[in-house]
């Protein structure tokens, strides 16, 4: 059976889609034609192809191409775009300067695009980063809870870009009794530690629910130790809890020690879970504590962005957030999160808040 022009121009730009390397020498091929054509209609009359034109070839060749093809007919674009000027009679040094700064500009985008190291045209790498980030943040997308239990979380890149190192992991069991949390923060910041969040994120994420803290802890340390990269390690927090008997466990792996609103108190208590980062040493040291939250109680969970400055200890910074904490639930833990990231002064660093609450009156000490 025939295959019609529409069916055929849909599978090439399928082809395309999925980063078929001859799909992309199919558009090189292409968009050389095009500017071959413009080449030829200049020679008759500079006026219908004025060198912009060939910019506009350039442009669309680096969203169409990734870096081979895209060498391969910016070379062809500059050749043509340089010469439809050069051969006119009437040359005047004022097309010199055009054909130099047609020629920089060439070199400015083969540079960027050398510069990507995806192997994809432009637009192909940014849905993809796009789609990479979308599933980093529905693994730390928190489930419907029970009524009497909130969970929120704020996180913000540093210098406010859209990738970060700081993520989150959560699970809860079949029976909606046990819910598991894991903050994480990878060394790096930014976009710069996109990849490695991504590639732990996807570990931590197959194997909470079925691994206790510890031995999640362990394999993800073992999961660091075999990158064999001296910045590929972690900190991180698990926090597990009965989301009937209000029990909870937190295993630190090097994380800021996590806070404990206490009801009585009114006062947000330092928790003593403390640690090794992972993907340091073959045996990290781990360490866990134990509590129950009543009705009305909250643990926050943090990354040090949050609490680390520059001229000042981190127990300054740990200070400074309970107190920050205790005035940003002064109206309900709702939106608290956010509140407390709102007032975080340095944007150097990825910052993440995790809050766990309980409804007040949800059960009597």
Not at 203 to 227: H, K, M, S, T, V
Not at 268 to 284: S, Y
Not at 319 to 340: C, M, N, P, S
Request: hydrophobic share 50%; net charge negative; with cysteine.
């Amino acid at each position: 059976m025939p295959v019609s022009v529409a069916q055929y121009v849909r599978a090439r730009v399928n082809a395309w889609r999925s980063g078929s390397v001859r799909a992309q020498w199919t558009a090189a091929a292409i968009v050389s034609v095009l500017i071959g054509v413009s080449f030829l209609v200049s020679l008759v009359n500079r006026g219908w192809v004025p060198l912009p034109a060939y910019f506009l070839w350039l442009l669309v060749a680096r969203i169409l191409l990734s870096f081979r093809p895209l060498l391969v007919v910016a070379t062809l674009d500059a050749l043509a775009g340089s010469l439809s000027i050069a051969l006119q009679e009437d040359m005047k040094p004022i097309y010199v300067v055009s054909i130099v700064e047609f020629l920089a500009a060439v070199v400015i985008v083969v540079y960027v695009a050398q510069r990507a190291h995806s192997n994809l045209p432009s637009t192909l790498s940014e849905a993809l980063l796009a789609e990479l980030r979308g599933r980093l943040q529905s693994q730390g997308r928190i489930p419907e809870l029970p009524d009497e239990w909130q969970a929120q979380s704020a996180m913000l890149a540093a210098n406010g870009g859209n990738y970060a190192g700081d993520f989150l992991v959560a699970d809860l069991g079949e029976d909606r009794r046990s819910l598991e949390l894991i903050l994480v923060d990878v060394c790096g910041k930014g976009a710069a530690a996109g990849p490695a969040a991504l590639q732990l994120a996807g570990a931590l994420g197959g194997l909470i629910g079925a691994l206790p803290p510890e031995e999640l802890f362990r394999a993800a340390n073992d999961f660091l130790l075999r990158q064999h990269d001296d910045e590929a390690f972690a900190t991180a927090v698990h926090l597990q809890v009965d989301l009937v008997e209000g029990t909870y466990q937190i295993t630190s792996a090097g994380h800021p020690p996590a806070l404990r609103w206490d009801g009585p108190s009114g006062e947000w208590v330092i928790d003593n879970a403390r640690g090794t980062a992972l993907g340091v040493l073959p045996d990290p040291e781990l360490h866990s504590s134990q509590g129950k939250l009543f009705g009305g109680e909250a643990l926050l969970f943090y990354t040090d962005g949050v609490v680390e400055a520059r001229n000042s200890p981190i127990d300054a910074g740990i200070a400074w957030l309970q107190g920050t904490a205790q005035e940003a639930i002064k109206g309900g833990f709702t939106g608290a999160a956010h509140r407390i990231i709102a007032k975080v002064e340095s944007g150097e660093d990825d910052r993440a808040v995790l809050i766990l609450s309980r409804t007040a009156g949800a059960t009597a000490r």
